[in-house]
């Protein structure tokens, strides 16, 4: 059985794109978009849709396209992590599926998404604790690397990929990171730093979009200090918490629509008036 969309379609663009009449503000900026035609999924369960779009298999264990970009292109930042993950902050949940949407797979973990929480500290232990001074941290640091180093040379060089070494050698990199990480991320996190107007254009002050629009504008903040890869989810766990309309298409898609129309429009213009879309 076949049913009409419910929406009306017009075509946007120098290229002639279809849009939804959900998406007016993102219609204006088709010719800035690649659109994958080719996407579809061998599953019509959940979690193995998920994993299909995020990994191009339908089962668990294999490396998501943002560890894949990371580790062929590497990091442009030292101190931000090179693939970042943000998943719904109306206590929706995380997508089906959890992590394993952004796990690296059988590649080294140092390239797996790290995971900005949406309430409270984004990340754990960002603050340094308040009786240790930096350079008692940095002293602690130092010797955990030489700790961790002397373990890997007393492995010798036969054994270097071996994966527990890889997996060491990945963990004495995510120290350093997170050191450095102390620093920067509190600056690169916070969108209140911005212009108005700039909050504005995002729809920081619209109830409907603040939450999705200050990630969006965090993503943009991001992708300008170097971070490669920048994931956002709209929607949780359950299905009606998520775009999946069982009881009511037209009520789920155009809720989620009014959540994430202005915010997405607002990061391509933004990354365009800046240039940014040159490399992005």
């Given amino acids: 059985m076949l049913t009409a969309s419910k929406f009306k379609f017009r075509n946007h663009g120098q290229t002639g794109t279809w849009v939804s009449e959900l998406f007016p503000r993102m219609a204006q900026h088709v010719d800035k978009m690649a659109f994958i035609r080719s996407c579809h999924t061998e599953s ?96 602690q640091l130092d010797l955990l690397a030489q700790l961790n180093r002397a373990s ?70 991001m992708v300008e200090r170097g971070v490669r890869f920048v994931q956002i989810y709209s929607g949780g766990m359950e299905n009606e918490r998520s775009w999946d309309g069982h009881k009511d298409i037209v009520g789920n898609h155009r809720g989620f629509a009014d959540e994430t129309d202005q915010p997405v429009a607002a990061l391509l213009q933004d990354l365009h008036m800046r240039g940014l879309l040159e490399s992005t």
């Fill in 44 to 139: 019509n369960n959940h979690s193995p849709a998920l994993f299909m779009l995020n990994t191009g298999q339908t089962r668990m264990g294999f490396p998501c396209v943002g560890s894949w970009v990371t580790y062929g292109l590497g990091s442009e930042s030292r101190n931000l992590p090179a693939f970042v993950v943000m998943s719904d902050p109306l206590d929706r949940g995380l997508p089906k599926g959890h992590a394993q949407n952004w796990s690296a797979g059988f590649l080294p973990s140092i390239f797996q998404g790290t995971h900005l929480r949406p309430k409270g500290d984004p990340i754990d232990n960002l603050k340094r604790a308040a009786e240790l001074s930096a350079a008692q941290q940095r002293a």
């Fill in 152 to 221: 890997l040379d007393s492995h010798g060089a036969a054994a270097a990929k071996d994966s527990a070494d890889t997996e060491l050698s990945a963990r004495i990199e995510s120290f350093e990171l997170a050191y450095r990480m102390q620093t920067a991320a509190p600056e690169a996190l916070s969108v209140d730093t911005e212009p108005e107007h700039i909050k504005k254009l995002y729809g920081i002050d619209d109830k409907r979009c603040s939450h999705f629009a200050r990630q969006c504008l965090m993503a943009r903040r």
